[in-house]
C-alpha cells in the first residue's frame, strides 16, 4: 500500500514562501501531484510531476510561482510556494498514481489513488 505524508504548510504573510513536502512509502508510483482545498471549495489541482521523466505540469493558477520538484532517492516530492497570496490559503494534499497519466489526466483528484492527510497553508494579507 502506497502512503504518502506531507508536511511543510504554516502560517505566512502575503509575497512569503513555504516549501511543502511529501514522502511516499510502501509502493513506486508514476505520478505525483499536489492538490488543494480552500473553505467551502472544490478540491483544486495545483501541480503534477511525472516522475519517470521528471516533466513537471501547473495550473494556470500557479505558474511562474509555485515548483514542483523530486528527490527519487528519498522518495520525496516538493512544492516549493513563492509570492503566495491570501488566495492560495488552503489544505493541500499530495496524491500518487500508480500509473502514468495523459493530459485529460493529471489534473482529475479521481485517477490518484493513494492521498496524504492534507497540510494547512494560510496566507495573511
Known amino acids: 500500500q502506497l502512503q504518502l505524508v506531507e508536511s511543510g504548510g504554516g502560517s505566512v504573510q502575503g509575497g512569503g514562501s513555504l516549501r511543502l513536502s511529501c514522502t511516499a512509502s510502501?509502493?513506486?508510483?508514476?505520478?505525483l501531484g499536489w492538490f488543494r482545498q480552500a473553505a467551502g471549495k472544490e478540491r483544486e489541482w495545483v501541480a503534477a510531476i511525472y516522475r519517470g521523466a521528471a516533466r513537471t505540469y501547473y495550473a494556470d493558477s500557479v505558474t511562474c510561482r509555485f515548483t514542483i520538484s523530486q528527490d527519487n532517492p528519498e522518495n520525496t516530492v516538493y512544492l516549493q510556494m513563492n509570492n503566495l497570496a491570501p488566495e492560495d490559503t488552503a489544505m493541500y494534499y499530495c496524491?500518487?498514481?500508480?500509473?502514468?497519466?495523459?493530459?485529460?489526466?493529471?489534473?482529475?483528484?479521481?485517477?490518484?489513488?493513494?492521498w496524504g492527510q492534507g497540510t494547512q497553508v494560510t496566507v495573511s494579507s
Open positions: 510502501g509502493y513506486m508510483y508514476w505520478f
Open positions: 496524491a500518487a498514481s500508480l500509473f502514468v497519466l495523459s493530459a485529460d489526466s493529471w489534473s482529475s483528484p479521481e485517477e490518484y489513488t493513494s
